[in-house]
């Protein structure tokens, strides 16, 4: 059996729809298990419908818009689109239901926001069967088990294993249809696995499947050394390593999610990175390989934050003092994505959460002078030559700077 994603900007639209139908129809006698993402920009709106609420803002009006881009797209796919625009207004009443329950802000995050998914795969679902393709729904709440950290769910590879497999051996040949980014924990309350966090459904099916490949398709042609959007002359990569693909995730590459390459590479399962704009690309595969002078690998990872610990009795940082920040970051589950010390002081780059990055200050400042600075870009060179060393270090802006034998990184200002 073969898996394959599909992202929300292959799904966007009734034509995007329609696109994704016949690359599947290429499959349809395959064994193939499908993940879908919440449709377009459904993820971003969902968020701001939970942070709206918290904040005691009006949301109506986004919730309004999330339900007739949706019944807009429904009305264009089927000919009969009563059955499926109920469904969606359930969805859509579920989304009022959770805010009304007093439950921990990350728990209703994980409610509301994975519902994208849940719409999503049910309008594909339904309209495969409408095109005559057999197909089965599933809802990824039922096979994947987590843990209880709402937004960052871990894996319990066990008892998933048990449970795609059980799913499995229930299923006739054909198509299945489940969501991306969410699981459940052991009291079956909805766990999301992290933003953007599909493609690690994807690797998780297909590594407790023992699947022949994944294939995450996307609208680039492939795995390329920089975003063309911001660089036009990126050129791709015909095959990468599973190393070199999972430092490029690591450091913020955006076309896989960065648990997506572990659970894959361990298994010995090639993944492919496609074209839905055009399946004939070659592509890119992942796998168990070796390529000589790769070119320079250029990441920019938006929207980060800067803090910077001083001691404040005129001592250097020690051991005893670092134990301390990292002590409360990982408390916190917090990523660092570069960290770098002085005498007197300890600074480290996040990811910037707002509710995290305070309460990660609020503990800090208990033992430390703290600063910090956001609206940040973190770039990374990797397999950088001198050409594109020099260039990104004298880049305007840059508040940090930090090389090692194969990769730059600055930190710069949003200019």
């Not at 264009?76 to 109920?86: D, G, K, Q, Y």
């Not at 009291?187 to 966090?197: A, I, M, P």
């Amino acid at each position: 059996m073969k898996v394959f994603k599909f992202g929300g900007a292959s799904v966007k639209h009734a034509a995007a729809v329609r696109n994704v139908t016949s690359i599947l129809k290429q499959h349809k006698e395959e064994s193939l298990w499908v993940v879908v993402s919440a449709m377009g920009k459904t993820t971003n709106a969902l968020e701001r419908v939970v942070f709206a609420f918290r904040k005691g803002e009006d949301f109506a009006a986004e919730i309004q818009g999330i339900f007739e881009y949706h019944q807009h797209l429904i009305r264009e796919l089927f000919i009969h689109p009563e059955p499926v625009l109920n469904q969606l207004a359930k969805a859509v009443d579920s989304i009022h239901h959770n805010l009304v329950n007093h439950i921990d802000e990350d728990e209703l995050y994980d409610r509301v926001v994975s519902l994208g998914e849940v719409i999503s795969s049910q309008i594909i679902y339904q309209f495969l069967l409408s095109e005559g393709i057999h197909a089965t729904w599933l809802d990824a709440r039922d096979l994947i088990r987590t843990d209880s950290t709402f937004r960052e769910g871990q894996v319990d590879w066990s008892a998933t294993t048990q449970m795609l497999q059980n799913a499995k051996k229930k299923l006739a040949p054909g198509i299945v249809i489940t969501q991306g980014f969410i699981g459940a924990d052991n009291q079956n309350r909805s766990v999301t696995l992290g933003r953007e966090g599909s493609d690690f459904t994807a690797a998780i099916i297909g590594s407790c499947l023992k699947a022949e490949s994944v294939t995450i398709w996307k609208d680039v042609p492939g795995v390329m050394n920089a975003d063309p959007k911001r660089l036009p002359a990126a050129i791709v990569f015909p095959e990468l390593p599973y190393t070199e693909a999972a430092e490029m995730t690591y450091y913020g590459a955006s076309v896989i999610h960065p648990k997506t390459i572990k659970p894959l590479a361990l298994g010995n399962i090639p993944l492919w990175v496609k074209s839905f704009t055009d399946p004939s690309f070659a592509g890119t595969v992942i796998h168990d390989c070796k390529v000589e002078g790769l070119p320079p690998v250029i990441v920019f990872k938006e929207n980060q934050c800067l803090i910077s610990c001083k001691v404040t009795d005129f001592t250097f940082v020690n051991e005893a003092q670092l134990s301390v920040i990292f002590h409360a970051i990982t408390a916190l589950n917090i990523k660092l994505n570069v960290m770098q010390n002085s005498a007197i002081s300890f600074s480290f780059c996040i990811d910037f959460r707002e509710n995290k990055v305070m309460a990660l200050i609020e503990k800090l400042q208990e033992h430390f002078e703290v600063y910090y600075n956001t609206n940040l870009t973190l770039i990374t060179i990797k397999n950088y030559d001198e050409k594109s060393f020099d260039t990104y270090r004298k880049r305007e802006g840059v508040i940090l700077e930090q090389s090692s034998r194969s990769t730059l990184q600055v930190l710069v200002k949003d200019l």
